[in-house]
């Protein structure tokens, strides 16, 4: 049970939960087969934690080795893995490895391996500690002297220079007895560190013995945070490191990593007030990025304490900032142009963090430049030194002969430039600008942001698009940007084919050193009569070294994709294999390709195999140490790509320059341009279509809104309508219930003379009857006796109301007494809680009695005033009574009216009863007095008014004739209060039907009035969304304005980065080279009739404005002595042949220079078309000038041009194969 890799980048790691011991297996893939290690110790993984010790015994001897494995996340908690070195003692061979299980981990190096994990903390504690981790000897951290230095910046092409600088640093702090701090970017790029600089890097980093602390800069971290940063595998790999990637305090000095947040860094500086230094990697503002350009953003110096020194990194000019304690400590070399003049250095401080020495580094290479045929060259020039070189244009063609022949005049340029790179020295010849002054001087030597201001300021940029720009740039980490690309003296040897092309057998070639100018022509010897030398196969031979470095045999721009098997391998092959031999930088090399059913690709430098898994690695090798992508511009010249410069548009030439200029800074910004648009044009796109919706919205709603509305009107104008014919209706049944009740009232007033014509005529009647019947002293008797009733019953009520009055008067005293028995000890009122004196309460007291005898005497009043108004109020009460309820009892009045009438009929009758039984008793009293008959009483009976009877059952006859005018006139008065009875009671009837009908009528207006607009709510939550929407409208109008007005800027942006703005101006300097060195070719080419004019721009045909465009334009000399300009299309064959040989050949040289690839062969397939003898013989001339060991120009079996050759190979092809004849 251990730890497996799957791949030479993989890593595998079990699950939790899993233990071993003894045995750490590592597998290593490779052509060599399956290996691994025996580490010993013990392994446990669990709850989140990997542990791996190794016993000394087992460090004692072996081979060291180190992986970088990134954060990771094991068991569900996250840990860090940190890899260190292991000694192992022994190898074995692998045994089969079971199933592996886990998370997988890449950028693996495989030989031993020791792995500590750690739980990851969010945050260090302020105050760091450096106690020994145990892992090793025990460091002593207590040191009195440090050495500073920062911004490394190691990567593949300068390892060899940064190993160097490590050990200088090392060794500088042993010399001292010194720790060591370093203050950030170890690392040039950011996320998968490379595995061999990693490992050469470790084994020095294993070797230091003084006590290091570093942080992190920009270039290490992964995170956003810091916390995962490519210094962990330094930290494993020794224990005398420690990486602080939090602020932390050490020693009494604060260290702050990089931060992207400026504000963190104040905070942490703020928080540790008693610091004696502050060592970060911060950017300041004011601060020099080289010699000419101060950072313009960053921390304000104002911000930062000025009473303790602040060491930093980030910049590469060591300076301290003007009016501040910060000094920026500055990179170990010059790492670009831009740095040329830097003096570099370590810093030593002392144990109070104060400077106390400065050690001058010169490390690595350095640069200048020189100008004129005879420059003042730097005394201390050394090997690998860049020595930028302004020769005179006259001096073109020669200057760039390195390597001068034996034959040739003594020549300053040549001479000198040979010396200078005999003795190691990069020189780069550069040609001076043609007489046009360019818009940007010396734009190639500018940093991005210090030529940006200037184009912007050319240009006239908006200021928006000038601090875009420099944003834009700033998030580029542009420091590190500018390295060169590592030389290559390249010099080929020997090809071999099989199986490619026509070459079915195995072929020799011989292509160098120094063979010289070769034509190389073909030969048919298959029978046929198509052709004599056409498909022999001489391109073929010719461009196989490019397709055995490159897969392609096209060395045009854009044709870098591979062909197809069935154009390369010859169909009786299986398989296609060439092989090259050569040598670059004085070292041997051999690639080979394979390509059919099994491809493969196989590279050896110097004996050693470099071959990868797979042959995207591998071709990555073959680029990286050659770099092809130039090489094939130099050395290679297809029949199709010797006129591709000359017919290229201005894209496709600008593309090309900028192959071979510094332009990574400005193609990175026009592509992150380009996706910022792509970005904010998409988001301005979504808030158009965003704003579209609202506003289809907003018109739906509006007309919505319309519709409402136009319904409201609608309801208001019928309920306007409604409410004028409810007026209408209830004016006139209001009028009608007025004269209803007018007609009531009438008819009340007619009943109530009728009902008192009636009593008195009952009375008279009455008395008269009483006369008749009992005489004079009986009917007095008999009034006297209901007189008496009738005062009885009044009494009665008046006694009853007297009653209740008296017993509230009685409850009234009652409260009074009870009141003032339970107040008379207490001397506090009972409702407000106030206190209450004697006085006080006896006043109270008086007071209520004043009101009580008030009381009784208007109870007196109103008994007296009872009494009078008894006798008026009987007869009509209940008439009065009627009409103030008749709207609450109108119908309960009609079911009760005749019942009333009934019951008053049968109390008369029993009061007759009554009176007929006292006077029964009085007739037998009185018989012998009155002698009263029977009939008379008969009589009286029935002309007794209660009766109200006209004849009774029995059918007695009428009464005496004597007593008939007053029964009549009764009878009569009777039937006019029954007529008036139905008048009151229809005028009542026809009331309460008006008051019925005005009552439904005010409700139905009240209704009709308090009836709300159905549409209201609806037409109140339209107006809110309708207002959301204008509102939400407005913000999405004005965030496309912000967004249109940013698209805007990224426009000009865009221009300004792209090929037709900055490329332009920087490519004028290029341009102009370019141009100088096609002009001395030319000129030779065309014995000075012709030369081509590169402008940057050119004048539109029909706006007239300079465009940011190449212009090609040819000058030539008419045998006149007239010089006019012609376009391209307007050459001749031979003319157009001839600039265009002379631009590829120009430019080959032009690349060569400025990519410091060099070819010792030079390929030309189908140079002489279109040439006369005059022009082949100008061609040779300048073929043989070239400085390349071998030439090789394929051409036409013809015999006059293969006689101007002193050396000719012929491809000669028969049925099945081709070979090649060498002379």
Known sequence: MGMGAASSSRCFVRPPLLSCRGVLAVEKWGQGGRAAVQAGGSIKVGGGHVSVATPPAVRARGIAASAFVRH?????????????????????????????????????????????????????????????????????????????????????????????????????????????????????????????????????????????????????????????????????????????????????????????????????????????????????????????????????????????????????????????????????????????????????????????????????????????????????????????????????????????????????????????????????????????????????????????????????????????????????????????????????????????????????????????????????????????????????????????????????????????????????????????????????????????????????????????????????????????????????????????????????????????????????????????????????????????????RTAALEAEIERTESEQRQFEQWKAAQASQLDGQLAATRSQQATALQRCLESAVRLDACIAATAGLLTDWEDAALGDVLGPPGAGIMRRGCRRRRRRRRHWRRMRRWSCAAAAVEAARARLASFTAANAEAVVCERCLQPVTGEHLAASVAAMRSDLQHEQARLEQLRQEEAEMEAVLEGVRSILEDLRTTRRQHEARRRSDDEQRRAAARQERQELQQARSRLAAAERERDDARGLDVATFDALRRSTPAGGLAEDAAGQPSAPSKRTPIADRARASLDELQQATSAVREGHHAAVAAEAAVGELERRQEEVAGKQDPHAAQRDTLARMHADAQAELAAREAAIGTGEAEVGVLRAVEAAVGLAGIQSFVLEGALAELEARTAALLDTLSGGTLALHLAATRVGKTTKREQEKIDKVVRVQLGDGRVVDRSVRQLSGGERQRVAVALQLAFADFAAERSGVHSDLVVLDEAFQHLDTAGRSRMLAVLRGLAAGSVLVVSQANGELAGMFDLVDTVVRDARTATVVVT
């Open 72 to 696: 990771g996340c094991l068991g569900g908690a996250p840990w860090g893995l940190s890899v260190g070195i292991v000694r192992c003692r022994t190898w074995f061979s692998a045994s089969q490895p079971g199933p592996l299980l886990g998370t997988s981990f890449d950028s693996f190096q495989t030989q031993a391996l020791a792995v500590e994990a750690a739980q990851v903390e969010e945050s260090a504690p302020a105050e760091a500690s450096l106690q020994d981790s145990g892992r090793g000897p025990a460091v002593d951290w207590e040191v009195g002297r440090w050495v500073v230095f920062s911004d490394l910046h190691l990567s593949r092409r300068t390892l060899d220079i940064c190993l160097q600088t490590l050990r200088q640093v090392h060794a500088e702090a042993a010399a001292r007895n010194a720790g060591i701090l370093f203050l950030g970017d170890f690392w040039h790029e950011r996320g998968a560190l490379p595995v061999e600089p990693l490992n050469q890097v470790l084994q020095v980093i294993q070797a230091w013995q003084r006590p290091t602390l570093m942080i992190p800069g920009n270039h290490d971290q992964v995170s956003i945070g810091g916390e995962v940063h490519s210094l962990t595998p330094l930290a494993a790999a020794s224990p005398f490191i420690r990486v602080l990637h939090e602020p932390s305090v050490v020693q009494g000095a604060l260290f702050v990593p990089y931060r992207r947040d400026h504000q963190l860094v104040l905070d942490a500086m703020q928080a540790h007030p008693d610091v004696k230094a502050v060592f970060a990697h911060i950017d300041v503002a004011g601060a020099y990025l080289n010699n000419s350009f101060q950072a313009k953003d960053g921390i304000a110096p104002a911000a930062l304490r000025k009473d303790v020194p602040i060491y930093t990194g980030h910049y590469h000019r060591p300076h301290t900032v003007d009016g501040t304690s910060v000094r920026y400590v500055g990179s170990p070399y010059q790492v670009s142009r831009s740095e040329a003049g830097q003096q570099k250095h370590l810093l030593v401080l002392d144990q109070d963090w104060q400077e106390e020495e400065v050690i001058p580094l010169s490390v690595g290479p350095r640069h200048f430049s020189v100008s004129g045929a005879t420059p003042d060259l730097p005394e201390d020039l050394r090997a690998g030194d860049r020595l930028r070189w302004e020769v005179p244009a006259e001096w073109a063609l020669l200057a760039k002969q390195a390597r001068p022949s034996a034959k040739a005049a003594p020549h300053p340029v040549a001479d000198t430039l040979a010396d200078l790179r005999r003795r190691g020295v990069e020189v780069e010849v550069v040609y001076p600008l043609p007489a046009s002054t360019p818009r940007i001087q010396k734009a190639e030597e500018l940093d991005a942001f210090s030529l940006f201001s200037q184009y912007a300021a050319t240009v006239g940029l908006s200021p928006p698009a000038l601090a875009r720009g420099h944003a834009l740039l700033r998030e580029l980490d542009l420091p590190a940007r500018a390295l060169r690309r590592p030389r290559a003296d390249v010099v080929f040897r020997r090809l071999e084919l099989e199986g490619y092309g026509p070459f079915l057998a195995r072929t020799e070639y011989c292509l160098g050193p120094a063979r010289g100018l070769r034509a190389i022509t073909g030969s048919i010897q298959d029978g046929g009569q198509g052709s004599d030398s056409n498909g022999a196969g001489k391109t073929t031979l010719v461009m196989a070294p490019l397709w055995a470095l490159t897969g392609s045999t096209d060395a045009r721009p854009g044709a870098e994709g591979g062909l197809l098997l069935g154009e390369v391998v010859h169909p009786e092959a299986a398989s296609a294999r060439v092989r090259l031999e050569g040598d670059v930088n004085g070292r041997p090399f051999t690639v080979e390709r394979t390509a059919g059913r099994r491809s493969g690709l196989r590279f050896e430098v110097d004996g050693e195999d470099r071959t990868q898994q797979e042959m995207r690695l591998t071709q990555d090798k073959i680029n990286d140490l050659l770099d092809t992508a130039s090489l094939r511009r130099i050395a290679f010249h297809g029949q199709h790509a010797v006129g591709g410069l000359l017919e290229a548009n201005d894209r496709e030439l600008k593309e090309e320059l900028s192959r071979m200029v510094s332009m990574e800074v400005w193609v990175a910004a026009a592509e992150a341009c380009k996706r910022l648009l792509k970005q904010q044009r998409t988001h301005v796109e979504h808030l158009h279509g965003a704003a579209a919706e609202l506003r289809n």
